[in-house]
Every structure is written in C-alpha cells, then in structure tokens.
Nanobody
Framework: QVQLVESGGGLVQPGGSLRLSCVAS????????LRWYRQAPGKQREFVAF???????NYEDSVKDRFTISRDNAKNTMYLQMTSLKPEDTAVYYC?????????WGQGTQVTVSS
C-alpha cells in the first residue's frame, strides 16, 4: 500500500517562503510522475506543478517563477519550494503520484499566507 505524507505547511507573511515535502512509501516512487495540487476554501482543487520521471517540470501560470518542484528518488521525496508567497496562495496543498493507472494522494498540508 503506497502512502504519501506531506509536511512543511504553516503560516507565513506575504512575500515569505516555505518548502513543502512529500514522502512516499513503497518502491514505485522513481517510476512515477509527481504533481502538487492545492485547494482553497470554497474552490475546486487545482493543479500547481508537475515533475516527470526524468526531471522535466511544468507549472500553473500563477506560480511560475515563484515555485519550484523537485524530487529526490533516493529519499522517495518530492519538494515544492515556494517563494514570494501571496495571500491567494493560501490553500491546502496535496501531493499526487501516478504510475500507470494507479493514482495516489497525500492527506494535504495547510499553507496560510497572511499578515
């Protein structure tokens, strides 16, 4: 059974930074594509960032040049480095892992950007 556990969320002032982590159990991490999603109160869950097995990345337009997704296959861990945070980045952030037809989600970590 694959489990994803996020950490690193919290309260930060506008303009600040946070780094989220997502640790996966099991042995399929290196063969999986990885994504971060977020869900703000009253809104649908939305895509934030993607990283392929080869390290290629893609970002939602509003986070380009502010967020960086990365992966460490040796540690079964994915990261989301977030800088220049804005109040509109406030949401629960979820990590997502896909291998073939199998999709796995973490439980989410809250990020609140407020002064």
């Amino acid at each position: 059974q694959v489990q994803l556990v996020e950490s690193g969320g919290g309260l930060v002032q506008p303009g600040g930074s946070l780094r989220l982590s997502c640790v996966a159990s099991g042995s399929i991490f290196s063969r999986s594509t990885l994504r971060w999603y977020r869900q703000a109160p009253g809104k649908q869950r939305e895509f934030v960032a993607f990283i392929s097995t080869g390290g290629g990345t893609n970002y939602e337009d509003s986070v380009k040049d502010r967020f960086t997704i990365s992966r460490d296959n040796a540690k079964n861990t994915m990261y989301l480095q977030m800088t220049s945070l804005k109040p509109e980045d406030t949401a629960v952030y979820y990590c997502n892992m896909i291998l073939g037809g199998d999709v796995f989600w973490g439980q989410g970590t809250q990020v609140t950007v407020s002064s």
